[in-house]
Structure formats: structure tokens, C-alpha cells
């Protein structure tokens, strides 16, 4: 059972948080950004200074060859567990600027939402970490586990510092479970543990014909055009209900369990759901799978970008001499990137049409992860949602990918809890991006509780 | 028999003709680009000038609502025969003006070559009709036959004025034959008649799915990507060896004849050209075709552009919400463009994957064109490089479409004979342009033996 000391001096003080929590989103912290550098710098500074106030006996900022690393700690509990938290400082670039209905810097409160660039992903949420802990050692002078804050500046670029980082300062970091918030829940009320993230691997394809573009009528039907070639071979990937074609693709992928399908299943119509909020008539996807599993536990292969040719307005009685496309993978547990791209490229070479050459060029991947959801702070943590939301939390997963959380389990080697506040409505990464201050409220409780009702097994 | 007074001249006066047509080519008379608008008109006028020098009774400029044509005639032949003499005076940009070894509007000869934009498309050859007419009048007081001259200076923007023009001046231009020198001959000492044009028709694809680009982690694998479904659509227009399978495309197409057929194959190792000229290790084509017969005789279906998602540098994780691409036909005797653009629409209507809605835009179209080399004029014109070139000419087709031929033949119902003097090497429409000064020397003489020569029926 949770005391209701320090979530009493969270609700005391809750207008002095979100006033402080306004004035770190007022930093525009863009890493993506070279002109923003002083401000991400601003913003680790901004958040050592937090760090202190919340009663950390160390809080400092440490150097990469990127933007800097906040670290902070505070390790006086009568026992030798640690939490480590990890959250990030650094937004999303804001353009459109001019869909923005008030200025991504400039946060404001409207209807019990908090709009500004950062205010979910992932300033609001770190932020919550920080005052949780903040509210316990005002209130009691000591923590129930010693504590140790991971804060960086470059996740919205891909944490290119982080994996040299965490594998240079494994003993500074070690810690018996990882705090992250950086995902959604499942909806309004609806509290989510994700135990699954999907890996990622990509490739850039480029399909070279004659020596330059060609008169489509002096030369028409005589040569290989290079879009027709490349788009001949991109075809193969797929078949017709978007099942990949790749030999070896499926081989290593880990079924979910029934159970799991079936905890899925209860999760709510998310196929209508999804058409709606896409202004689609109908869904697409390899069969025998939900829209959810399609997203969750299905690896997938995703062409983002092609071109070749003229693209001006009208037409260009032109034969393209080169072609180009993007693609990238999603990957689930047991799908190692370096195999898949390998299976990609063979199958590339073998299907690529007479009269053009291929070349492939590897870009960024990352491991799939699937958390240990057995050891106990899994339970912890959803009963610690229940006790706050009223209704149980979920296990799901995530589509998407957070390469550091691979890095994280494989030099730390220890149980990460990916445990979201944030709503998928909240326009991360768009315009208009907000959290909502009810969960701000409650999950700086959930967060208290949880750290109230932890327990190591001896 | 040709009589040698008219050459005699033209050989005497062979360095002020080079000077003259230096003069013009120093005009940048480029029709696509507005700053040159009165470049244009002061070609405009040159010609004029050009048409009064050589003896024509009259010439002028006539408006259009775009670039002006120049109109000459000289009509006191004892007859009512009249040749008609089509060429143009505007030519291609420039860009990119780097790759030109001297500049394009400072004309130079080099190894008898004449380098200059527009040198041999198609100030040269319309500048060799002017002088041959010149030289018939000064030595003998008058021509075999009435001379009537429109040259144009839109051609190289598609000729937007001329169909109109042409339509609405169809008594002043009537003639018995018309000539345009505006096709390239077979190879060097190798004349040739261009007796086919390649029609053609243009088409855009657009195709859309979701209300915007979408985050391939998030939705990836549930929602159907736009440029898969562009790329399956595309994928089924054409087989594996080329073959178009839209349903009825072939349908209409008239086939040449054996002899035909037996004429082209007799006209050399074109396959190994075009494999030195185009850096291409093997060709491409529909199987039992030669690759002449692919650009003269075959119908194509060309993607001369595609685009969506991201193109820049590196990855993007997005799953594209739209994607386009632009094709043309280039289309042979016997085929409509009205029906074959219909056929691909529907077509690409009836295979559109799901999930995407697709939309089509028209662009430009124009019909094939087969000149009825039965008439007498194309026998004379045989002959009149035979003599001139000491080998006989050859009845060639090209690839490419001149959309203003198919009007000449629609309005004025006349034989029209392409008798080009460009080579295929000469760069038109690319850097360094130039005219070997052999074509224009003999190209004049050609042009004097048909006039001599010409006869019309009773």
C-alpha cells in the first residue's frame, strides 16, 4: 500500500511543477538543429539544476562527442538497489510552424493540456521522474532504492553518442531495473506496459541504365529503363497482401503466444480506429493477423521513398538512366538485422532485371527487444497503474524502435520497464504536441507507488 | 540532270553562306526561356531578312499568340505547282553551359564542323533551303516550281501556335509538297527519307492512401504504403521481356511489311551502336524484334519519372501516403492515341491495389505519321542524294514524334518528304551541337538536284 505523504505534496505543489515544467519546454531544445546547439546545452543545464533541487547528491552534465549527457544520483538507501532512469531533454524540429495553433515555445494550458514542443515526448515525462522522486525524499529524507538519472540530449536524432556512453560507464550505470517513459499508453485511461519494441534495418537501392537519360522516342524500346527495372524489382518484395517475399525472412521470427494473441484481442476495435484517424475505407496487411499484430509482432518491409526521372510539372519524353528507392525493415524478436539485410541484398542481386547494375547501401539498424516481463517489477509497475487508473495495465508492444533500449539490455543486462504516459493523440513529433495533465497527475502517483512497493527477491 | 550553274554558285559563295549562318546562330533565340523573347524575334527578323536576300517576292512575320512564324514566298513559276519548305528558327537551352568546349552562341568551325546551338537543329538545315532556293533564282531568274517558306520559332516548346496557325491559314499554304529538313540522316555518307514518325500520348499517376505520411514503427505492416501500390501498379503494365500488357494495345498496330522489315536489317549492326554509344553491356526489348524495329515500328510504354516519400539523404522511417509517377507511349501507325490512352486508364483503374485511390492527368498526345512514299516526289528526293552522295538513300522511320508533321498532313493533305542532313552524332538538344559543313555543302547541292528534278503529274 502506497502512503499518501508524498502524493500529497504532489498535489500541494503541483502548480509550482507544471510552472518549472513550462519553463524547460520554453527551451527549444531541437538536437536535430546546429543553430539550437546552445539551447539543447541550455536544457541539459536546465535539467542538472532540476536534478539538484529534487535532492540529488550529484547532478552533472557529462560530454560526448554530441550533445552532452545529463547524469545525476542520489545513493544513500540502507540497501545496494538501484533504479536507473532514463528519459531525453532534446525535441522534434517543429515545421510546420504555421500549423501550430500557439508556438511550440511558448507552452500553454488549454482544457487541462499542456501544448508545446516536448511536452509529452519526452520532457513532461522525464520531468515526472524527476519530481516523483523529488516528492519521496521530501517527504520521507530517503528513498526506498538509491537512484540514478540518465538524461540525454540526442534521442530525436537516433542517440548517436549513447551506445559509446553506456558501454564506457557500465559501472557508473549499473542498476537492478531501467525506468523509461518514452511510450504511449493505450488510450485515455487505458495504462499500458510495453515489453516489446521491433528492430529496424534499412537500405538504399540504385538502379544505373545508359550512360544518361535517353530520348524516350529516338531510343524507346530498344533499352532498359531504369524506373520500369527498379520498379520491376520492387515488386518482388511483396506479394499482393503484403506478405514478404524475401527468402528466409519469416524463418526466426517468435510467434506470440496464443495468450498473447489473445490479450491482444481484448484490446478493442483498433482496426476502425486506425481508419478513422487515417481517413481510410480499408486496411491492408498480410493475412491471418490483427491491424494490432500487424504492428506489434509482424516484421514488415516498408519502400519510404523513390525517384527517378522527371518529377517537374507535365511530362519529359525522357528514358531515366538511374532509379532510386529507400526501404526499411520493422523486425521482432528472434530477427537479427545483420541476417535480414543480408537475405535482402541476395534476394536484390538474384531478381534484378537485365540491362540496368544494382548497388545497395546500408543504413541504420537496430535489434528487436522483448522485456523479461516474469521478473517482478513487471508486476510492480502494473500494479502500481492499477492502483492510480483504476483498471489494470496491459502488456503491449510497440511498432516502432528505441535502439538504445537494445543497448541498454544488452551492457546492462537487466530488466527495462517501459512504462508510457503519454496518449497516441498527443502529436509527438507534429504539430500542436500536448500532454495531458491528468496524467501528469497521475503518473507522477503511479511513479511513487511504484517506488513505494518495489521489492528485489534477496 | 542536274545542270552545274546553281552548284557553281553555291560553291563560289560557300564562305559568305558559312559567315551568314554564323550570324544567325550568334542569335540566342532559345523559345522555352521568357528573358529570350526578343532573341527570338530578332531570329525572327534575321530570317525575314534572310528570305528577302535569297529573291522572295515575299516574307514577313506573322503573329501568334506565342513566338512569331516567318512566312516568305516567291509564286511566278510558270506553273501552279508550289513547294512548300517547313523549318524553324528557335532552338534548345543551353544548360549545362559547362560541357560546351566553346560557347553555344559564339559559332566556330573545327575540323569542318560547324559548333554552335542550332547549327544543325535547325537554323543549318532550314538556312540550306533558304541558300539552294537563293541560288536557283540569282543563276536562272526563276524556279522550276512556286516556293512557299513557314518557318516557325516554337518547335522546340512543342509548336503550341502552329496547329492553329496552320488551320487557319490553309489557302496560303497550300502547296503540292512539303519539305522539312529536320530528321538526322542514317549515319555519315548516308542519307536517308524519314517516311515514319512515332506518335505519342502522355499520362500522370497519382496515387494516395492514408491522410499523410505515416510512421512506418507506429502503423507499419496495417496500412497499405503508396509506393508498394504504385510499384505493383506500374509492375503489371509491361512483362519481363518489355511486352506492354495493356489489354488491346498491339490491337491496332500496323505491322511492317517482310520487305520493310528485310530493308532495315540491311542497314547495319545497330544493336552494337547503340551498345558503344550508351555504355550498355546488352539491350532491352519485346522479344522477335530487332532494336531498330524496336524505336521505328514498335509501340512503347515508358515511366519517364517517378516520386514519393522521402528522397533526401540517409533514411526516413515513413510510410509514404502518396506517390506519382508520369509515363508516355510512343505510338506507330495504325494506333489512336485517343484509344490507347484509354485503354492504359482503364487498365490502370482495374489493377490498382487496395488501400489507394488513384487519379489520372492527360498530358500532350499527338498521332503516328507514315508518309505514302508512292509519290513520285519521294523517288525524285532518292535520287537527289544518290546523286549528290553517291549512295542510294534510304527510307528510314524515327523513334521520336514531330506532332506538327501530323497536322501538315491532316490540314494540307500532302505529300511531306524528311529530308534531313544532320548526323546522329551532332548533339541536337545537347553540348556541344555542331554541323559538319560536308552536309551543308552537299545538303544544298541535294536540295538544288530536287528542285531540278521535280516533277508533278499531269
Known amino acids: 500500500m502506497m502512503s499518501q505523504v508524498a502524493t500529497s505534496y504532489i498535489k500541494e505543489n503541483r502548480q509550482e511543477y507544471i510552472n518549472e515544467l513550462i519553463e524547460f519546454l520554453r527551451i527549444p531544445s531541437i538536437s536535430s538543429i546546429s543553430d539550437h546547439k546552445g539551447d539543447v546545452r541550455d536544457a541539459a543545464n536546465w535539467t542538472v539544476e532540476a536534478l539538484k533541487t529534487a535532492g540529488m547528491q550529484k547532478a552533472e552534465i557529462m560530454e560526448t562527442p554530441g550533445h552532452p549527457v545529463v547524469y545525476g544520483e542520489w545513493t544513500s538507501a540502507d ?17 510546420p510552424v504555421e500549423l501550430w495553433d500557439s508556438p511550440p515555445f511558448e507552452p500553454i494550458v488549454h482544457e487541462e493540456k499542456l501544448f508545446a514542443r516536448g511536452a509529452s515526448d519526452d520532457k513532461g515525462q522525464t520531468f515526472m521522474h524527476v519530481k516523483a522522486v523529488q516528492a519521496l525524499l521530501a517527504t520521507k529524507g530517503s528513498l526506498p532504492f538509491n537512484v540514478k538519472f540518465l538524461i540525454e540530449g540526442e534521442e530525436e536524432i537516433g542517440s548517436p553518442s549513447l551506445d559509446e556512453f553506456v558501454q564506457s560507464n557500465e559501472q557508473l550505470l549499473s542498476a537492478d531495473v531501467l525506468l523509461i517513459s518514452d511510450t504511449p499508453m493505450l488510450g485515455k485511461g487505458r495504462p499500458a506496459v510495453c515489453k516489446g519494441l521491433r528492430g529496424m534495418c534499412s537500405l538504399q537501392i540504385d538502379v544505373k541504365g545508359a550512360k544518361g537519360d535517353l530520348h524516350s522516342g529516338l531510343y524507346g524500346g530498344a533499352v532498359q529503363n531504369s524506373v520500369h527495372a527498379l520498379v520491376q524489382l520492387l515488386d518482388t518484395l511483396r506479394d499482393e497482401d503484403g506478405r514478404i517475399q524475401v527468402k528466409g ?3 526466426d521470427v517468435i510467434e506470440p503466444t496464443e495468450e498473447e494473441r489473445a490479450s491482444y484481442a481484448q484490446l478493442g476495435d483498433f482496426e476502425s480506429e486506425l481508419k478513422e484517424e487515417l481517413h481510410l475505407n480499408e486496411l491492408f496487411g498480410e493475412k491471418g493477423y490483427t491491424a494490432r499484430e500487424h504492428t506489434w509482432v509482424r516484421p514488415t518491409l516498408e519502400i519510404n521513398g523513390i525517384y527517378g526521372g522527371f518529377q517537374g510539372e507535365g511530362v519529359k519524353t525522357v528514358i531515366p538512366s538511374e532509379a532510386h528507392a529507400k526501404i526499411t525493415c520493422r523486425l521482432v524478436p528472434g530477427q537479427d538485422p545483420d541476417v535480414i539485410i ?25 535489434k528487436p527487444f522483448l522485456a523479461p516481463t516474469d521478473h517482478p517489477a ?34 546492462l543486462n537487466i530488466p527495462i520497464l517501459l512504462m508510457g504516459f503519454g496518449l497516441p493523440s498527443e502529436n509527438f513529433h507534429a504539430p500542436n504536441e500536448h500532454f495531458h495533465l491528468e496524467n501528469f497527475d497521475k503518473g507522477m502517483e503511479t511513479l511513487i507507488y511504484f517506488w513505494e512497493t518495489l521489492q528485489f527477491e534477496k
Chains 1, 2 share one sequence.
Open 378 to 411: 513487471f508486476k510492480t509497475a502494473t500494479d502500481a497503474y492499477e492502483a492510480v487508473y483504476g483498471t489494470p495495465a496491459v502488456f503491449t508492444r510497440m511498432g516502432g524502435s528505441i535502439p538504445v533500449v537494445e543497448t541498454f539490455d544488452q551492457v
Open 342 to 366: 543480408q537475405q535482402i541484398e541476395e534476394h536484390l542481386q538474384s531478381h534484378t532485371p537485365p540491362g540496368v547494375t544494382l548497388t545497395t547501401t546500408r543504413y541504420d539498424q537496430g
Open 79 to 95: 540497501n545496494d538497489h538501484t533504479v536507473l532512469i532514463y528519459g531525453h531533454y532534446d525535441v522534434q524540429p517543429v515545421d
Open 249 to 251: 525472412f519469416y524463418d
